[in-house]
């Protein structure tokens, strides 16, 4: 055989199977928690949804983890008024679907936010007036009232940009077919198990490094570190107590740990009795070593928080704050005087390992003041739809503020609009201070508003406080600048393999 005809062979060979240690590898491989529950930005509120919407969309400007604020699909804007914001759009921005980015797409995104398709978010929308359109560049959002809150949440997804031909054309069925201007576009999703996005190519920032990244749905713990051990995924979140040193004691993988701004609590459904009775909420509370239970269940990770908002979050004072303490003699005296006498209830949890435990020493330390509960544990999208036909008693639940304002730690849970309300509090004071607070420039006054709302909450016990997380990733080495951030918005934007 000629020896340029071998040469020849050789090269095909390497070309055919180039995807056998030849070629970079360019598809990233995710083992998340949970599958998202749609991919629409305004329609979910559940952290697999929200990162999936990340790397599809885009918001009109961006905050670092550092607190820098970043253009994005806004170049600049004007504070024209305490009501009005104006921005100027980038030109030239390609949806995934080709169409250029207009100001007729921004203002079809709000109104669609203020609409009652964005229930979800109105904790966010609510403020919203109007936009008007200066040009196909330049927008005005026209607020009801002074809301000092409102430009931090627009780096939330809730106001990620939609295409409004995209969102028409799709109409009911636009959360499963996403069509944003992100670095990412969607590519297929099979329910339950993966979703698979696509680098997009057109992107009007730095483009993605790696070409595909495909998001595996592992809901058990230990099965995402096997994930990462074995190969089968470079990227797994979130990564539990009972993995941690697994991870940290492998040369070929890497630990990402980041405190979390985010709250575990046990709520009451308040719109049932017994728990509209604040003796009956007070009692189960007193009830619970809450130090405990956080430190049983989670080992080392987190801890106990004393506030609804996390000692991060401005404002918070958490660190003000004594730590709960249990009083068994006192939790039976309450319930005398609420006059309750066996009282049977049921406590619902999604299937994550340190709720169920969490649930489970719950149930033990409630037996002691004479309720007996039985544990509900339900499957993450069959626990989100329960909750809103108000049947539950109690249940265990997290809320991340993803932006570094109070008013979203409370304003999310428990003003009485919220889509998120799962105790259906329904308090005048609470929606009056949350209104106030958005209304009060940075300063001592808001300050001293925010902290009369904090203990006010703590007073009336719509819920138990738990558990402040963390954020943990696991990686394999070669994994470069995958983002793992306080908030759970984890993002692929800039990642890449590199050995």
């Known amino acids: 055989m000629k020896k340029s005809v071998l040469i020849l062979l050789v090269l095909a060979f390497i070309t055919?199977?180039?995807?056998?240690?030849?070629?970079?590898?360019?598809?990233?491989?995710?083992?998340?928690?949970?599958?998202?529950?749609?991919?629409?930005?305004?329609?979910?509120?559940?952290?697999?949804?929200?990162?999936?919407?990340?790397?599809?969309?885009?918001?009109?400007?961006?905050?670092t983890e550092g607190g820098d604020v970043v253009p994005g699909l806004a170049e600049s804007w004007e504070f024209l008024s305490d009501t009005a914001y104006k921005f100027n759009l980038r030109k030239g921005v390609k949806f995934h679907n080709g169409d250029e980015m207009k100001a007729s797409d921004v203002k079809f995104t709000f109104d669609r936010a203020v609409s009652d398709v964005g229930a979800m978010i109105k904790t966010f929308s609510q403020n919203v007036k109007d936009v008007d359109i200066v040009d196909d560049y330049t927008v005005i959002v026209n607020l009801k009232d002074a809301d000092y809150s409102f430009f931090a949440s627009?780096?939330?997804?809730?106001?990620?940009?939609?295409?409004?031909?995209?969102?028409?054309?799709?109409?009911?069925?636009?959360?499963?077919?996403?069509?944003?201007?992100?670095?990412?576009?969607?590519?297929?999703?099979?329910?339950?198990?993966?979703?698979?996005?696509?680098?997009?190519?057109?992107?009007?920032?730095?483009?993605?490094?790696?070409?595909?990244?495909?998001?595996?749905?592992?809901?058990?713990?230990?099965?995402?570190?096997?994930?990462?051990?074995?190969?089968?995924?470079?990227?797994?979140?979130?990564?539990?107590?009972?993995?941690?040193?697994?991870?940290?004691?492998?040369?070929?993988?890497?630990l990402l740990r980041k405190p979390q701004t985010s709250t575990t609590y046990m709520g009451f459904n308040m719109s049932k009795k017994p728990f509209d009775d604040v003796r009956v909420r007070r009692a189960i509370s007193m009830a619970l070593d809450t130090v405990g239970i956080q430190a049983a269940s989670w080992r080392g990770v987190g801890k106990v928080p004393t506030s609804l908002v996390p000692g991060d979050i401005r404002y918070s004072i958490e660190s003000e704050l004594p730590v709960h303490t249990q009083d068994v003699e006192a939790a039976k005296k309450l319930l005398a005087e609420a006059g309750i006498k066996d009282l049977k209830l049921e406590l619902w949890t999604n299937e994550r390992s340190e709720r169920v435990n969490m649930a489970t020493i719950i149930q033990a330390q409630l037996e002691e003041v004479g309720v007996a509960c039985e544990i509900k544990v339900l499957e993450w999208g069959a626990f989100l739809s329960g909750m809103t036909e108000k049947t539950h008693d109690m249940y265990i639940l997290g809320w991340v503020n993803g932006i570094s304002d109070p008013n979203f730690s409370i304003a999310g849970l428990l003003e009485s609009s919220s889509a998120n309300n799962y105790t259906f509090t329904r308090d005048e004071k609470i929606d009056g201070l949350l209104a106030k607070g958005r209304s009060i420039p940075d300063g001592p006054d808001k300050a001293a508003l925010y902290k009369e709302l904090q203990l006010y909450i703590n007073d009336i016990v719509p819920m138990v406080y738990l558990h402040n997380d963390e954020s943990i990733a696991g990686t394999q080495k070669n994994v470069r600048d995958f983002l793992i951030r306080s908030n759970e918005y984890h993002s692929f934007r800039l990642a890449f393999f590199q050995d």
């Open 154 to 254: 627009l780096t939330h997804n809730w106001a990620a940009i939609v295409s409004q031909r995209a969102v028409t054309e799709a109409g009911d069925t636009y959360g499963m077919n996403p069509v944003g201007t992100g670095p990412f576009k969607f590519v297929s999703w099979q329910k339950g198990d993966r979703y698979t996005l696509e680098r997009f190519d057109d992107f009007w920032g730095e483009k993605a490094k790696v070409k595909t990244v495909v998001v595996r749905s592992v809901p058990e713990p230990t099965s995402r570190t096997i994930e990462l051990e074995s190969g089968g995924a470079d990227v797994a979140y979130p990564i539990t107590h009972n993995d941690l040193k697994r991870i940290d004691d492998n040369p070929d993988l890497t």
């Open 16 to 63: 055919a199977f180039s995807g056998i240690g030849f070629a970079a590898k360019d598809t990233l491989i995710v083992a998340d928690q949970y599958d998202p529950t749609t991919m629409d930005p305004i329609t979910q509120n559940d952290m697999p949804s929200h990162r999936a919407v990340l790397e599809i969309y885009d918001t009109l400007y961006f905050i």
